[in-house]
């Protein structure tokens, strides 16, 4: 996932959540993170040290005075370590010490001696959490420079519903990993990108509709990627059964005319724009407002064109960055190559969709990159993940040659 592993400092005090830091540890470490946790003594009411450690594979931490190694001082040494700290579950008791500087035990001592980034993660009861002292404590860390992931709305474990669970493991790994992400790509950060994904559906009648087999796995692991890195990410997608990506802004439309109207009216915004939907090229000329009953042995449906979106954005093209997908059974190459020129664009990725693990539907993607003026560099059967890394890479190296120009 990265290179030289990162080295994340779980903060762990005493909520009924503490069973969710344990999943917390598991993922983070699954994620490739370092991980060490410390512990408040309420927390280990609720979990013992041992699942900490076995889950971390590192020492579990929970008394100040408790100084295995004479050599070090713990609370120095282990703040002194992290890249990163998160703690989670946060109750209002830790937060209104840290905001406060009191350092009473090993937690609060630590937190105060450390000089990387904090996240907390507060859990606690829907009125607690809306209190006023805690509601101001919050606001004097965030003034310090601390950053908050929010408690998710829903059923609590004292009974209540509201706001006050504390958000999901999963989320906070992917706040991590956007948080490193970002460390290494700053440039993203203030980029607009705006992605389509998925395949159009061109209604015939109420229940028929022609469409192609695109799941929208490229374009949505290509917002995701962006989003991480920190840009301002739009996504405009036909009909998928994926959920929309953390932290991007995703528009759902259905038709070729549809995407055209949500890719048309944001283009002017965009830094770079990547279609990698699958736009029907035809629909039907007539659209029948009752079903189609059958009639002959056969059946002709008339169809016309759909407009062309990536044409029409090479044609208007201003500052933006404009990449292309093309999915080809032959001449992969050179067709991509008349793609690129005929449609202005500034790189194409393109596939075979006959190579096995390439193309839809698969977790994986073998894709050349074709820009101007530049050999076409042809990547390896990839997880659709890592090809998005490698597409902003690329377009990483298309923003620079711009901005010389
Ligand atoms: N595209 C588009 N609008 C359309 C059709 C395609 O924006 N109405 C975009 C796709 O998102 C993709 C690229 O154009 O980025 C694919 O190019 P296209 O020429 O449509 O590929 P094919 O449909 O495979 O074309 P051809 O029939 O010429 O092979």
Redesign the pocket.
Known sequence: MMSGKKRVLLCVTGGIAVFKAAALTSKLSQSGFDVKVLMTKSAAEFVTPLTFQALSRNPVHMDTFNEKDPEKIAHIDIADWADLVIVAPATANVIGKIANGIADDMVTTTLLAVTAPVMIAPAMNVHMYAHPAVTKNMDTLRSFGYTFIEPGEGFLACGYEGKGRMEEPEVIVKEAEAFFSQQLHPQWKGRNVLV?AGP?QETIDPVRFFSNRSSGKMGYSIAEEAAKRGATVTLVSGPSSLLDPPGVTTVRVTT?EE??DA?ISRYHDQDLV????????YRPSETFEQKVKKSNDDMTIPME?????????GERKEHQIL??????SEQVIS?AE??LQ??NLDM??ANSIVDPGSGFQSNTNAITLIRRDQEAQSLPLLQKKEVATKILDAADELFEERDKR
């Open positions: 389509t159009t070729a995407m055209y890719v990547i279609k990698s939907a699958a736009v029907a090229d064109r759909t407009k062309d979106i990536l044409k029409e954005l990449v292309g997908f093309a999915a080809e067709y008349k793609k005929s449609k194409v990725c």
